[in-house]
């Protein structure tokens, strides 16, 4: 059976859907293409509570130790990149003083606490109004932003990356078929079923092997946490903080 090019990509996305239930951490600072929201100015990042409870319970059931769980703790606060407020870049640059990044700054906060929704424009030109700031460096201010992260990607195709195992010979058409299956089935049900659960009943069912299931899980996209969450753990193996296996208990709990 095969899917047209508008199935493909659904389906690519219900993989997706289904694999990702981690937490992502996310920023606030985002820009539209017409208007800059206005950002949360912050120097650090939170700790995923999600994490922190995963972590809790395998010191709690002796999986891990105290020590450990507070290494891994240090660990990931020291890989998370830090939130850089862009307004002190023009302060060292000599752009705006900081006086202005401190009159802007609390614009923002004031604009934001209003409850309506105000662009950062907005509270820019009123700035420039006032000759708090001036036009040049409200455009200086502007162009030092984050970018939105999805800018560029409008167009990229969304890939099956089961695909990719039926050209390698790994799983046949009829299986993909099976398994993309299988998976509409789970999503429309309404429940919330991770791509292990399906996978792990076809194997039940003799559609799949155990081998061809760890073929597709490796296939699939690993969610954004995950990866900076393994990179991380990989390192503490490394250096003998934990064990292989657990840094498996983690990364599977």
């Not at 995923?48 to 105290?66: A, H, Q």
């Not at 929704?117 to 984050?146: F, H, R, W, Y």
């Not at 998976?183 to 039940?204: C, H, P």
């Amino acid at each position: 059976m095969k899917f047209n090019k508008t199935t493909k990509i659904a389906l690519a996305s219900a993989v997706i859907t289904l694999l990702s239930s981690s937490t992502v951490f996310a920023g606030t600072m985002s820009q539209s293409s017409a208007q800059t929201k206005i950002p949360q100015m912050s120097h650090s990042r939170g700790f995923d509570g999600g994490l922190k409870s995963r972590l809790d319970s395998l010191v709690s059931s002796g999986t891990l130790t105290s020590a450990q769980e507070t290494a891994i703790n240090d660990a990931l606060k020291a890989s998370m990149p830090q939130r850089v407020n862009p307004f002190d870049s023009l302060v060292s640059a000599g752009t705006i003083t900081q006086a202005q990044e401190t009159a802007i700054e609390n614009a923002m906060q004031t604009a934001r606490k209003s409850g309506t929704k105000t662009d950062m424009k907005t509270v820019l030109d009123s700035l420039v109004s006032a000759g708090t700031i001036t036009a040049d460096q409200e455009t200086a201010i502007t162009n030092a932003m984050p970018q939105p992260k999805d800018q560029g990607l409008k167009g990229k195709e969304h890939k099956n990356p089961i695909d990719s195992l039926v050209t390698a010979g790994t799983i046949t058409q009829a299986q993909e078929t099976a398994i993309e299956n299988a998976m509409q089935t789970a999503r429309k049900s309404g429940t919330k079923t991770d791509m292990k659960t399906v996978l792990d009943s076809l194997v039940s069912a003799g559609t799949i092997t155990a081998d061809q299931e760890t073929a597709i899980t490796n296939a699939m996209p690993q969610p954004k946490e995950n990866t900076g969450l393994k990179t991380a753990l990989d390192k503490l193996v490394t250096a003998g903080t934990i064990t292989q296996a657990q840094e498996d208990a983690i990364l599977t709990k």
